[in-house]
C-alpha cells in the first residue's frame, strides 16, 4: 500500500503550492508533517525554476490547528523540547525562501498554524475562518517565531492582546489590524489566493526576489545598513535580461515576458 504524504507538493507553473494533507487532523503539525515539509523546503530553496510558493491546507475546516497536540500528550520534556526547536525551525526555513510566498488560509489556522502564515509574505483568509496564537491557553507560549513575527507584523500593543488574551480573531478582525491581507468570501479563499499568485506571477521574478531580500534585511538593520542593502539587491537585478525585455515590452507596449534570466 503506497503511503499518502502528509503535504503535496504540486507544481502548477512557475508556482509551488505546499498543501498540509492531514484534514481530519485538522492538518495539525505532527513531527513526521515538519519532517516532509523541511524536505520540500529544502528542495524548493535551492530550486530556480520555482518563482512562488504557495502553502495551504487540505479540507475546509483548518489550513492548520498547529502542533499535534495528541502527539505531544506522548512526549517528555526532552521530546517537546525537540519538536519545539523543529518547528521554530521551519517556520525559519518557510521565512527564508528567495520567493515570495503566499499562505492560503481557506479554513482556521491556529497556534504554528498562525506561525506559518506569519512565517509567509503575503497572507489571504476565508470569510469564515479564524486565526489566532491559542497557545497561552494551553499553558504555553507561541514557539515558532509568533512572539517575534507577530509584533513587528501588527505592532506590540496588539500583539500582547492577541497573544495574552489566546484570542480567536474573525477574518475580518484580522485584516482590519493588518494581520491578512486580503479576506475572501466563505469558500472561495483558494480561488481568490490563486488570483493573487497570477498577480504575483505577472512580475519579474528575479525583482521579486531582489525585494523580499531588500525588505526582509531592512527589518532587521539600522537605516543606513538597509539603504546598503536595498542598493546592492537593485545591482543585482542590472544585468538580467528580465530587466532588458520589460524595457523592450514598455517600448513595445506589451507585457514582459519574464524568463527569470
Ligand atoms: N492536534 C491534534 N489533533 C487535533 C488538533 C491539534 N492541534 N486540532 C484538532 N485536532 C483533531 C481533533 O482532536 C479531532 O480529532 P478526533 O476526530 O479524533 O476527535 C479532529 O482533529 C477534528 O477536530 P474538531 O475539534 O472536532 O474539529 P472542528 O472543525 O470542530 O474544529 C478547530 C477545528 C481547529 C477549531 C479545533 O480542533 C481546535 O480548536 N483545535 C485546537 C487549535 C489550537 O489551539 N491549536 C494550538 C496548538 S499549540
Redesign the pocket.
Known sequence: MTEVPLVLLEHRGRAAWLTLNRP???N?LSFATLLELRGHLADLKADSETWLVVLTGAGD??FC????????RTMDEAQVQEFVANIRATMDDIAALPQPTVAIMQG?A????CEMALACDLRVIDQAA?IGL??T??G?IPGAGGCARLPRLIGTARAKEMILLAQRLTADRAFEIGLVHQVADAGSALGVGEEMVAALLKNGPLALRAAKKAIDGALDTDLKSALALEAKCYQSIIPTEDRLEALAAFGEKRPPRFEGK
Not at 490547528?65 to 505531544?72: I, Q, S, T, V
Not at 491556529?110 to 498554524?113: E, H, Q, V
Open positions: 481530519h487532523s485538522r495539525a475546516k483548518a490547528a498547529g502542533a499535534d497536540l495528541k502527539e505531544r482556521h491556529f497556534g504554528g498554524g479564524q491559542t497557545e491557553g494551553l504555553i
